[in-house]
């Protein structure tokens, strides 16, 4: 799709909005005139709607602009406010796939750092006095040929660049990453990060009930399209949810 056009939206009613974030989208305007999911999606709404003023919409988390996948937006105050309480209080599962450069010792595990609260020559390092960052992972497929493995990552905090630092911080950083990667010849054949926000599940704000949404890695073009059918699926929901 062009930058330009409405993301694709999975769910919407009166409460809250599940979209698509292409990669290279920032989710909120920014210095630069890109554009940006929120502002694109408010362009959406009051067209679709025929809305004289403005169009209220509440982001309540954010993805790295080279990162795809499942953004999920508030269309009223109240459910901002109770959204951004569950993503503060880590009861949103947010699942994400990641191709990397490399192998894991173990098929699956967890990482925790304490992650600097700012950012040093344009990355997030350890720092004994910066804020803790867990992730657990499983390793669904080993390329040995390529030393590369495709990781399904459950993210516990949410810390800014959180899976792109620990994994580089392991040796493991995700393909295409173009701050914290080797920055090599393979890197540079895949056209950004091969990092996508595939599972989002929360608690509706009002309704009170579980809401699951997957999305596979179509959307990003540096999942090999092999993978991406595979992955159409959402298989993995069950290691992770309560």
């Given at each position: ?73 508030a ?70 040929a ?47 990060l ?49």
């Amino acid at each position: 799709m062009s930058i330009l056009e409405t993301p694709d939206i999975l769910f919407e009613d009166n409460h809250l909005l599940v979209a698509v974030k292409p990669p290279g989208v920032m989710s909120q305007a920014g210095r630069s005139a890109a554009p940006d999911m929120l502002t694109l999606l408010k362009r959406h709404i009051k067209l679709r709607d025929h809305k004289p003023g403005e169009v209220f919409l509440g982001l309540v988390h954010r993805l790295d602009q080279p990162t795809s996948g499942l953004m999920v937006f508030a269309k009223t105050s109240k459910a901002a406010r109770r959204l951004s309480e569950s993503f503060r209080g880590r009861d949103v599962k947010k699942l994400y796939l990641a191709v990397v450069r490399g192998i894991p010792e173990r098929l699956e595990g967890s990482f925790m750092d304490y992650l600097s609260k700012k950012v040093v020559n344009g990355r997030v390092i350890r720092d004994d006095q910066g804020d803790e960052a867990i992730l657990q992972y499983q390793c669904l497929m080993q390329d040995k040929a390529k030393n590369e493995s495709l990781l399904l990552i459950n993210l516990v905090t949410g810390r800014r660049h959180q899976i792109r630092a620990q994994l580089s911080l392991r040796g493991m950083p995700v393909l295409g990453d173009r701050r914290y990667g080797k920055m090599d010849s393979r890197d540079r054949e895949v056209p950004t990060l091969a990092l996508h926000a595939a599972g989002l599940s929360f608690i509706h704000p009002v309704k009170k009930e579980r809401l699951t949404f997957w999305q596979g890695p179509q959307i990003n073009p540096s999942f090999p399209k092999a993978l991406t059918e595979q992955l159409s699926e959402p298989l993995y929901f069950n290691d992770f949810l309560p």
